[in-house]
Nanobody, 124 residues
Framework: QVQLVESGGGLVQAGDSLRLSCAAS????????MGWFRQAPGKEREFVAA????????VYTDSVKGRFTISRDNAKNTQYLQMNSLKLEDTAVYYC?????????????????WGQGTQVTVSS
């Protein structure tokens, strides 16, 4: 079992950057495929990005490609999401998720463990 805690959210202006972190504790972090999801008010939770266990392979939803970068540091038991050129539509609660299954999965039900979420608000 793994516990996940996100941090780094906040209120920024459109065009700004923000880096989210997800600190993991418990079972060996490197044994999990990781992902980021987000949920805007009134909308379903949606996939943002995923990364393989050793951090070599990544995948993104189309709307964040070229702007967001997912990474992980297994020595620090931490996953990151660097978000650049933020847009109003990026406003959401961002969740860190861990999976014991294959990497790159884009459905929330594929991830067994979740953090509590961190709010990202982008203003004009």
């Amino acid at each position: 079992q793994v516990q996940l805690v996100e941090s780094g959210g906040g209120l920024v202006q459109a065009g700004d950057s923000l880096r989210l972190s997800c600190a993991a504790s418990g079972r060996t972090f490197s044994s999990y495929a990781m992902g980021w999801f987000r949920q805007a008010p009134g909308k379903e939770r949606e996939f943002v990005a995923a990364i393989s266990r050793v951090g070599i392979r990544t995948v993104y939803t189309d709307s964040v490609k070229g702007r967001f970068t997912i990474s992980r540091d297994n020595a620090k038991n931490t996953q990151y999401l660097q978000m650049n050129s933020l847009k109003l539509e990026d406003t959401a609660v961002y969740y860190c998720a861990a999976s014991t299954g294959g990497w790159g999965r884009q459905f929330a039900y594929d991830y067994e463990y979740w953090g509590q979420g961190t709010q990202v608000t982008v203003s004009s």
